[in-house]
């Protein structure tokens, strides 16, 4: 059980019984689906680092607490029941009839509060919408396994957890909330890395059912949007953490950039992505041509060399994923060892890629052959 704040006065205690179960009796002759706000209350819970803090509001949705803090959580819940708590005191979790109401303190013996601030907020927002009017609310955590680095690989959670969830609703359209900075940084990241058209093309607007309708705009009109709609936008505090390169990108490496070039480079990026997405898309589809009426797993290496290289580049890339390359793994230096096997052949030995995928030159063709 949670051990419980030490409270000396008895009438006191007994007070905040009666009160808890009052609210206890209360709750349970309510409908479940509605929206409830505790309010003036002293409450107490633990937080992110596992330490007591206090708190004046809560509420409870679905029959469920969802959310604690100060009134401003309640704000937007314009058709929440409203409870004034009188200024009595809550407290954590009485599990026990046979609890001691004794010592500042608790027991943590089972209970994994890494991730709260998250699932706190996601909380927070699945109350915010039922306020507005949307029915069904769903919260999917996702478990990231770090292998391609903590960004790259939070992203592929987070799409595969948007992947299943409309899958399993029938949706045909998911909206993304990606601005026109979020743009700016993803080409300047494709910069950095060396990367080819299609990288530096940045998100499409439409990608399949993925659609980003903010894309043209700031992150800045987002913000002065939700403060029109009386709404509270969250910052993530992984956007203040400076290990992370998009992070460095968005704080130090864009302001220095607008600051010393001048004004307008955001934009000047977005416009960039946009020229060279249409170029992108023109030779996908030229590519895309090629790779309909060949054997990716057996190319002639004469034919490809009469190719252009920015056709060609994309031939090879599709046949390393078709024989089993992760996602996204490919770099420059990867496609230009396999390049080199068609443009550059003096013998060389076989290219080993990422997923155990290796590629060997046999008789003028091109083998690829996946680890077992």
């Known amino acids: 059980m949670c051990g419980i704040a030490k409270i000396w006065n008895t009438r006191a205690l007994t007070s905040i019984l009666i009160f808890l179960i009052g609210l206890i009796s209360g709750c349970s002759e309510r409908n479940s689906s509605t929206t409830t706000v505790i309010a003036n209350i002293n409450g107490y819970s633990f937080n992110n680092d596992r330490e007591l803090e206090r708190f004046t509001t809560l509420v409870i949705d679905s029959g469920k607490v969802v959310v604690t803090g100060d009134w401003s959580i309640a704000e937007s819940l314009q058709n929440a029941e409203i409870i004034d708590g009188q200024g009595q005191t809550l407290l954590p979790g009485i599990t026990d009839a046979h609890g001691h109401v004794s010592s500042l303190g608790y027991t943590l013996l089972q209970i994994d509060l890494r991730d709260t601030t998250s699932a706190d907020q996601a909380a927070k927002v699945q109350v915010e919408l039922k306020a507005m009017g949307y029915q069904e609310v769903i919260i999917e955590k996702v478990s990231v396994k770090e292998k391609s680095g903590l960004e790259a690989d939070a992203r592929t959670a987070r799409y595969a957890a948007l992947d299943a969830v409309a899958h399993a609703y029938g949706a045909t359209q998911v909206f993304l909330g990606h601005t026109r900075d979020d743009q700016a940084e993803t080409v300047l990241l494709g910069l950095a890395r060396g990367s080819g058209t299609r990288s530096l093309a940045g998100m499409a607007v439409i990608n399949g059912k993925y659609a980003r309708p903010f894309l043209q705009l700031t992150r800045e009109q987002?913000?002065?949007?939700?403060?029109?709609?009386?709404?509270?936008?969250?910052?993530?505090?992984?956007?203040?953490?400076?290990?992370?390169?998009?992070?460095?990108?968005?704080?130090?490496?864009?302001?220095?950039?607008?600051?010393?070039?001048?004004?307008?480079?955001?934009?000047?990026?977005a416009r960039s992505a946009a020229i060279l997405r249409d170029d992108a898309d023109a030779l996908d589809e030229m590519a895309q041509a090629v790779i309909s009426r060949v054997d990716l797993n057996d190319l002639d290496c004469a034919a490809l060399a009469e190719l252009p290289r920015a056709i060609r580049s994309r031939v090879l890339r599709a046949a390393i994923y078709a024989a089993g390359a992760p996602s996204g793994t490919l770099s420059a230096d990867h496609l230009s060892a396999v390049e080199s096997l068609v443009t550059s052949w003096h013998g060389q030995g076989e290219v080993s890629l990422p997923g155990g995928v290796k590629v060997a030159r046999i008789s003028g063709r091109l083998s690829l052959l996946a680890r077992p």
């Open 222 to 269: 987002t913000v002065q949007a939700c403060q029109e709609a009386k709404l509270n936008p969250w910052n993530d505090p992984h956007n203040e953490n400076a290990k992370f390169s998009r992070v460095r990108v968005r704080n130090s490496v864009l302001p220095v950039m607008e600051s010393e070039i001048g004004p307008g480079i955001a934009a000047a990026l």
